[in-house]
């Protein structure tokens, strides 16, 4: 029998238990992953690269996030959803922050936000939780500073970039998240600051001694043209769904298709 999970559920599986989130944007995969029994499940604003063709994550804004949250809230029964707040619609102002994570709640029914940023973003996530809204937060490769970063580039590697990134997790912790994603970093420097905090730090390409592991969907299944080094394909959908859409056109222009069976 599972229940519904929710930030204070999540945050008590540090040291007990590791667990799986994965990206999901619309209502059939929501459904699945739910039935697979996946914990969380995060509207990523990598639905900016995967659904919508951008080339990074900045030019998604909240009516499309609002809009993808919405149907993998209707698909999710007991999985916590968190909806990604898009690049601006945060930074700008506490108040700012609170009206559109408020909308992502309202209007959207998620569980909970993610924002990207470090010791800067704790006031704004201070904020959000004090008014009740959970908040993931994010730090390392934060694809909304590709610009910042020169490109989506591992970050943490030397000495006192370590000791930033495990002063923004604590600063994140003492505001109120319920867990951080580390993106893009040594295993290492994941470990470090997953051994520095209380709350449960969630990987992708962060290596093996995080508490919980994120993949994006669309790498998981095989449908990324040049997936990530640290993704792994659980399926090769790309190669299936071409093979499937040659055969319907093959099948249409020789008419085997439709078929008797296929008759009213
Ligand atoms: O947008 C996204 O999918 C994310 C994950 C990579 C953590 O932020």
Known sequence: MST???APRIRALKGKQR???LTAYDYTTAQLMDEAEIPMLLVGDS???TVLGYENTLPVTLE????HSAAVSRGAKNAMVIADLPFLTYQVSIEEAILNAGRCIKEAGVD?????GGEIRAPHVRALVENGIPVLGHIGLTPQS???MGGFRVQGKTESDIERLIRDARAL???GIFALVLEGMPSDTARRITEAISVP???IGAGPHCDGQVLVVNDLLGLTERPPKFAKKYADLRSELQRSFSSFKEEVESGTFPAPEHEY
């Open 4 to 6: 519904k999970w929710t």
């Open 47 to 49: 639905l900016g690269m």
């Open 201 to 203: 730090t969630i990987g």
């Open 112 to 116: 909970g936000v993610k924002l990207e």
């Open 64 to 67: 499309q996030m609002l809009h």
């Open 19 to 21: 667990f799986a989130m």
């Open 173 to 175: 912790e003492d505001a």
């Open 146 to 148: 590709v610009h910042a």
